[in-house]
């Protein structure tokens, strides 16, 4: 994890790209399509969701008043810092397989 490179030409992805267009992303010398990793996808949004669980829990104690609106606030802005973040450090690019366009059995 955290290679940043493009598996073709091993040309490094800028942070920024990899963040803004994480959906449509290609590989700035060759051009060609990449994405993110399962791995990174779902490690960042492991890191994210514990983030939002200890920040509501963290503004639950700490608040008297809207008790239950500034944990869900606290909990999403937790979440979207944190799984952000740990994708500008740890992304991995992988080339871009694009979905089968039919059921892959045989026809008879």
Do not use: I
């Not at 598996?7 to 399509?33: G, I, M, Q």
């Not at 969701?49 to 944990?71: E, I, K």
Request: aromatic letters at 8%; charged letters at 15%; glycine letters at 4%.
């Amino acid at each position: 994890m955290s290679n940043r490179a493009c598996p073709l030409c091993f040309a490094k992805v800028p942070r920024t790209l990899v963040l803004t267009r994480a959906d449509d992303l290609a590989c700035p010398s060759c051009r060609t399509p990449l994405e993110l990793s399962r791995s990174s996808r779902v490690l960042s949004t492991l890191v994210g969701l514990l983030a939002g669980f200890v920040a509501a829990h963290l503004v639950f104690d700490v608040t008297t008043t809207g008790r239950w609106a500034l944990p869900m606030v606290g909990a999403v802005l937790a979440y979207a810092f944190a799984s952000a973040l740990l994708l500008y450090f740890v992304a991995d690019l992988v080339q871009h397989k694009p979905p089968a366009g039919h059921f892959p059995h045989s026809h008879k």
